[in-house]
């Protein structure tokens, strides 16, 4: 027990749970429907997993600091008409180009965000439902109710979602789906090992502490915005690039989806705890649900009821489990620490 | 009070705002001024107002109710489905009510008895309570309802106040004296200001929630129903987004997000200053979707302004000394 202790935390244990919970939903779902073990569920669930999951990222990063970013839905959806329109109308524009663009201009959104959060000190709340409406008026308005059509895009930008970076065996990952990988292991990496990365954790589990120590709150806080902006851009062009034909309805409504991947993805609401690989095993939850459900012969409606009840026991389980997991687990280090004190003084 | 310190409240900034909007209005169009038109502008969003009076003493209590509007689509779903399969309406009306407040047992029975935060639980409950109303309804459309049923709420009854409009004014005048003329009322904002005094305090503070939830979501079930009787038809997504007007009217009222602090004469004034701002810009031809993102603006304008006036003004104050 002491030894299994020491090797995982209560986080991964959560984690793993999500995990198991995926593979029995996965062999449900293999034993309901006929042929369900095929490449092209691996690559239907892949590209819906691949939009929610880059945005669920960035969320992350905002929730780790007790922050909410309720505005990405309409994010993705200003990046994905604008760069639509702007490739539409400028077919030779470089591809990376496209991308930068559609990076910069959501993180040109995530800083007015993060600007009223920081130093207006307006509750993120308050602020991302009033941008979320906003940057999708604004979108309305400037369009003037015009689409963006898959025939007016180039050929490389509708190529894009069906390429395969990286074939194993007869299994594709697809261009979205890598992406989405990469983009996930960075921020992994990024969080648990670089020093300034930490400080997401250091204000969201504890803002009157890395006040005291002198951490630059306000810096921090709308740098998380920025990143959550600029991936909620990011996301904009895979929409646009999966989709094609983008009206000014696109994204809407996805701040739900994504809000729900990383809350069952066990990151913790106030802030301070998660992973962003457990947002992104959120996501792959929420995105098996809905591409099997359907499947299955019941009807689709089913999912939301589902995703709702899910939402419910990932919270109650973190809050209930997690916190008992935690106590036992600093009760047993202590008994461990217990002799050290109780011997010869320390030199 | 002393008259300066009537004057920094915000209840009178709204006060002034929505003179200032009234008087726009009234210059802009020649129909402003009607009967007819202000009987309509009420009418127009009667349901959410309802809502919005139950919304703020759950925000005043420190929490909040984002699955409102799912429960608004589950009571009208509830009573068409039941109304389809050969229920009395009459009934139907009970049940839908019932299914509200079960919601309302469910959002309270997770932050109150076992603590989680309600903006996870209540998210659930916007995605869930939504999906169980599409799970009774799927993509049909349920109408047909009873001559009576259909005209629910738009009759004139008080003059030419219709009975939507008579409830509202109710519910206006029953919440006004449980949150500031009750010793619940005073729980209530014990609880959003210092949730840890009012526990040692030995306040139940379970059941004020219970009752703060149970009571948002029966709300929203009355006025779920009396929105299905407006339209004649029931869908999925009736009510679908309403949460965030909701959230905002109460909001741009002066009720903190944190809780402990607003009052509903601030709500009510919020509400008119929407209701005439969206009244005024329909009639000069703005389209819905600018008027969405006015509000919008005017959300974070509400807090943002009383936040910049106290930083300048403690400048200044440094200074002095």
């Given at each position: 027990?002491?030894?299994?202790?020491?090797?995982?935390?209560?986080?991964?244990?959560?984690?793993?749970?999500?995990?198991?919970?995926?593979?029995?939903?996965?062999?449900?779902?293999?034993?309901?429907?006929d042929?369900?073990?095929?490449?092209?569920?691996f690559?239907?669930?892949?590209?819906?997993?691949?939009?929610?999951?880059?945005?669920?990222?960035?969320?992350?990063l905002?929730?780790?600091?007790?922050?909410?970013?309720?505005?990405?839905?309409?994010?993705?959806?200003?990046?994905?008409?604008?760069?639509?329109?702007?490739?539409?109308?400028?077919?030779?524009?470089?591809?990376?180009?496209?991308?930068?663009?559609?990076?910069?201009?959501?993180?040109?959104?995530?800083?007015?965000?993060?600007?009223?959060?920081?130093?207006?000190?307006?509750?993120?709340?308050?602020?991302?439902?009033?941008?979320?409406?906003?940057y999708?008026?604004?979108?309305?308005?400037?369009?003037?109710?015009?689409?963006?059509?898959?025939?007016?895009?180039?050929?490389?930008?509708?190529?894009?979602?069906?390429?395969?970076?990286?074939?194993?065996?007869?299994?594709?990952?697809?261009?979205?789906?890598?992406?989405?990988?990469?983009?996930?292991?960075?921020?992994?990496?990024?969080?648990?090992?670089?020093?300034?990365?930490?400080?997401?954790?250091?204000?969201?589990?504890?803002?009157?502490?890395?006040?005291?120590?002198?951490?630059?709150?306000?810096?921090?806080?709308?740098?998380?915005?920025?990143?959550?902006?600029?991936?909620?851009?990011?996301?904009?062009?895979?929409?646009?690039?999966?989709?094609?034909?983008?009206t000014?309805?696109?994204?809407?409504?996805?701040?739900?989806?994504?809000?729900?991947?990383?809350?069952?993805?066990?990151?913790?609401?106030?802030?301070?705890?998660?992973?962003?690989?457990?947002?992104?095993?959120?996501?792959?939850?929420?995105?098996?649900?809905?591409?099997?459900?359907?499947?299955?012969?019941?009807?689709?409606?089913?999912?939301?009821?589902?995703?709702?009840?899910?939402?419910?026991?990932?919270?109650?389980?973190?809050?209930?489990?997690?916190?008992?997991?935690?106590?036992?687990?600093?009760?047993?280090?202590?008994?461990?620490?217990?002799?050290?004190?109780?011997?010869?003084?320390?030199? | 009070?002393?008259?300066?310190?009537?004057?920094?409240?915000?209840?009178?900034?709204?006060?002034?705002?929505?003179?200032?909007i009234v008087?726009?209005?009234?210059?802009?169009?020649?129909?402003?001024?009607?009967?007819?038109?202000?009987?309509?502008?009420?009418?127009?969003?009667?349901?959410?107002?309802?809502?919005?009076?139950?919304?703020?003493l759950?925000?005043?209590?420190?929490?909040?109710?984002?699955?409102?509007?799912?429960?608004?689509?589950?009571?009208?779903?509830?009573?068409?489905?039941?109304?389809?399969?050969?229920?009395?309406?009459?009934?139907?009306?009970?049940?839908?009510?019932?299914?509200?407040?079960?919601?309302?047992?469910?959002?309270a029975?997770?932050?109150?008895?076992?603590?989680?935060?309600?903006?996870?639980?209540?998210?659930?409950?916007?995605?869930?309570?939504?999906?169980?109303?599409?799970?009774?309804?799927?993509?049909?459309?349920?109408?047909?309802?009873?001559?009576?049923?259909?005209?629910?709420?738009?009759?004139?009854?008080?003059?030419?106040?219709?009975?939507?409009i008579?409830?509202?004014?109710?519910?206006?005048?029953?919440?006004?004296?449980?949150?500031?003329?009750?010793?619940?009322?005073?729980?209530?904002?014990?609880?959003?200001?210092?949730?840890?005094?009012?526990?040692?305090?030995?306040?139940?503070?379970?059941?004020?929630?219970t009752?703060?939830?149970?009571?948002?979501?029966?709300?929203?079930?009355?006025?779920?129903?009396?929105?299905?009787?407006?339209?004649?038809?029931?869908?999925?997504?009736t009510?679908?987004?309403?949460?965030?007007?909701?959230?905002?009217?109460?909001?741009?009222?002066?009720v903190?997000?944190?809780?402990?602090?607003?009052?509903?004469?601030?709500?009510?004034?919020?509400?008119?200053?929407?209701?005439n701002?969206?009244?005024?810009?329909?009639?000069?031809?703005?389209?819905?979707?600018?008027?969405?993102?006015v509000?919008?603006?005017?959300?974070?304008?509400?807090?943002?302004?009383?936040?910049?006036?106290?930083?300048?003004?403690?400048?200044?104050?440094?200074?002095?000394?």
């Open positions: 027990m002491n030894w299994l202790q020491r090797q995982i935390r209560p986080e991964q244990i959560r984690e793993l749970s999500l995990l198991a919970l995926i593979v029995v939903a996965v062999v449900f779902f293999g034993s309901m429907i042929g369900y073990y095929s490449f092209r569920t690559n239907r669930i892949s590209s819906s997993v691949a939009i929610i999951t880059v945005v669920a990222v960035g969320q992350t905002v929730v780790l600091t007790r922050n909410i970013d309720l505005s990405v839905g309409s994010i993705v959806g200003f990046t994905a008409y604008f760069v639509g329109t702007l490739i539409a109308h400028h077919k030779g524009l470089n591809p990376f180009l496209a991308v930068a663009i559609s990076i910069a201009l959501g993180a040109a959104l995530g800083v007015v965000n993060g600007l009223l959060v920081a130093w207006g000190r307006v509750p993120a709340v308050v602020v991302t439902l009033g941008t979320l409406a906003i999708r008026g604004v979108l309305v308005d400037l369009s003037g109710a015009k689409t963006v059509t898959t025939d007016s895009l180039p050929q490389w930008l509708v190529n894009l979602p069906t390429l395969n970076v990286l074939p194993i065996g007869a299994l594709d990952v697809r261009a979205l789906f890598a992406a989405a990988l990469v983009i996930v292991i960075i921020f992994q990496f990024g969080v648990t090992y670089l020093s300034f990365a930490r400080r997401f954790y250091a204000i969201g589990s504890n803002p009157e502490a890395a006040q005291l120590i002198g951490l630059p709150m306000k810096g921090i806080i709308l740098l998380a915005f920025v990143i959550s902006g600029a991936l909620a851009g990011l996301a904009g062009f895979m929409t646009l690039a999966r989709y094609g034909n983008i000014v309805e696109a994204g809407r409504g996805l701040e739900l989806n994504v809000v729900a991947a990383v809350v069952v993805g066990g990151v913790n609401v106030f802030g301070g705890s998660g992973r962003v690989t457990g947002a992104m095993l959120g996501a792959i939850m929420i995105g098996t649900l809905e591409q099997s459900l359907f499947r299955l012969g019941i009807s689709e409606f089913w999912r939301d009821a589902l995703l709702g009840l899910l939402i419910l026991l990932a919270v109650a389980s973190d809050s209930v489990i997690l916190q008992r997991l935690r106590l036992l687990w600093a009760r047993t280090e202590l008994k461990f620490v217990q002799p050290v004190e109780a011997g010869a003084p320390r030199s | 009070m002393n008259p300066a310190a009537l004057l920094k409240r915000w209840e009178t900034l709204l006060l002034a705002v929505l003179i200032a008087a726009i209005n009234v210059l802009e169009s020649r129909y402003y001024l009607s009967v007819g038109n202000f009987i309509n502008l009420f009418q127009l969003s009667i349901e959410k107002s309802l809502v919005a009076l139950a919304m703020a759950v925000i005043i209590g420190g929490d909040i109710d984002l699955s409102v509007a799912s429960v608004m689509g589950l009571a009208a779903c509830v009573m068409a489905w039941l109304f389809q399969q050969g229920a009395p309406l009459p009934l139907a009306i009970l049940l839908a009510l019932g299914a509200g407040v079960l919601a309302g047992l469910n959002n029975f997770w932050i109150a008895y076992v603590g989680l935060p309600s903006l996870a639980v209540t998210l659930a409950g916007l995605i869930g309570y939504r999906g169980v109303a599409r799970i009774l309804v799927e993509d049909r459309a349920i109408g047909g309802f009873p001559l009576w049923f259909n005209t629910l709420g738009q009759q004139a009854l008080v003059g030419p106040l219709t009975a939507a008579v409830i509202f004014l109710f519910f206006f005048v029953v919440f006004v004296i449980v949150l500031h003329g009750s010793a619940f009322g005073r729980l209530v904002y014990v609880i959003g200001s210092n949730i840890q005094a009012a526990r040692y305090s030995g306040v139940r503070i379970g059941l004020v929630k009752a703060l939830f149970v009571g948002s979501a029966g709300v929203a079930a009355l006025a779920g129903i009396l929105y299905a009787a407006r339209l004649g038809s029931v869908r999925g997504d009510a679908d987004g309403f949460e965030l007007d909701i959230i905002t009217t109460v909001l741009l009222g002066g903190s997000i944190f809780g402990g602090k607003g009052n509903l004469v601030g709500v009510g004034l919020s509400l008119l200053v929407i209701l701002l969206r009244n005024g810009m329909g009639l000069a031809d703005i389209t819905g979707n600018t008027q969405n993102y509000i919008g603006g005017l959300l974070i304008l509400s807090v943002l302004i009383p936040n910049m006036s106290l930083e300048i003004r403690n400048k200044w104050r440094g200074r002095e000394t």
